[in-house]
T-cell receptor, first 113, second 111 residues
Framework: GENVEQHPSTLSVQEGDSAVIKCTYS??????FPWYKQELGKRPQLIID?????GEKKDQRIAVTLNKTAKHFSLHITETQPEDSAVYFC????????????FGSGTQLTVLP | DSGVTQTPKHLITATGQRVTLRCSPR?????VYWYQQSLDQGLQFLIQ???????AKGNILERFSAQQFPDLHSELNLSSLELGDSALYFC??????????FGQGTRLTVV
């Protein structure tokens, strides 16, 4: 089955700096890659997703890039703010759908004021 | 608020017991997904229903079962509970299968 590895497990940045979280996946048939943000004690919240027919997608301060050849995708957060502090999860699935998402192990992002 | 409602929010029960977790998807969503989140296993897909039919099955134990009713709400039944079943159980829903929006989860503690 699919295996998703996520790095780093923890990341601390100064407010205003950029943060990058990377994920690799094993199944070349995977073609849907969402990112979720989970604050302590709360639900995972979908923040951005990408499908394999595009290489990059942006939404304000958040961007995701996808390299299908290398089987990795990354989350980029620019101009980080304290409220960006949370655990971020990447995930992958096939069929362009959210069916049977395989999640990475998560990255605890801390934005220092 | 994602619009996905899960009840109860917290549940404490003893080993060997059976519990039912309930999920009401967002209005109009046909897909319901169940996930388990624990410290050692992370977020793991359990099962998915689409418009009442089972669509995909993941790492769901035989002691666990689920169903989706005609009104599209779903229930996850956990039986013969063990200490290791203690976890956060999330339900997610989506209009078709293109996205998954998570509910607030049910925290299950087995003592």
């Amino acid at each position: 089955g699919e295996n998703v590895e996520q790095h780093p497990s923890t990341l601390s940045v100064q407010e205003g700096d950029s943060a990058v979280i990377k994920c690799t996946y094993s199944d070349s048939a995977s073609n849907y890659f969402p990112w979720y943000k989970q604050e302590l004690g709360k639900r995972p919240q979908l923040i951005i997703d990408i499908r394999s027919n595009v290489g990059e997608k942006k939404d304000q301060r958040i961007a995701v890039t996808l390299n299908k050849t290398a089987k990795h995708f990354s989350l980029h957060i620019t101009e980080t703010q304290p409220e960006d502090s949370a655990v971020y999860f990447c995930a992958a699935s096939k069929g362009g759908s959210a069916r049977q998402l395989t999640f990475g192990s998560g990255t605890q992002l801390t934005v220092l004021p | 608020d994602s619009g996905v409602t899960q009840t109860p929010k917290h549940l404490i029960t003893a080993t060997g017991q059976r519990v039912t977790l309930r999920c009401s998807p967002r209005s109009g969503d046909l897909s319901v997904y169940w996930y388990q989140q624990s410290l050692d296993q992370g977020l793991q897909f359990l099962i998915q229903y689409y418009n009442g039919e089972e669509r995909a099955k993941g790492n769901i134990l035989e002691r666990f079962s689920a169903q989706q009713f005609p009104d599209l709400h779903s229930e996850l039944n956990l039986s013969s509970l063990e200490l290791g079943d203690s976890a956060l159980y999330f339900c997610a829903s989506g209009l078709r299968e293109t996205e998954a929006f998570f509910g607030q989860g049910t925290r299950l503690t087995v003592v």
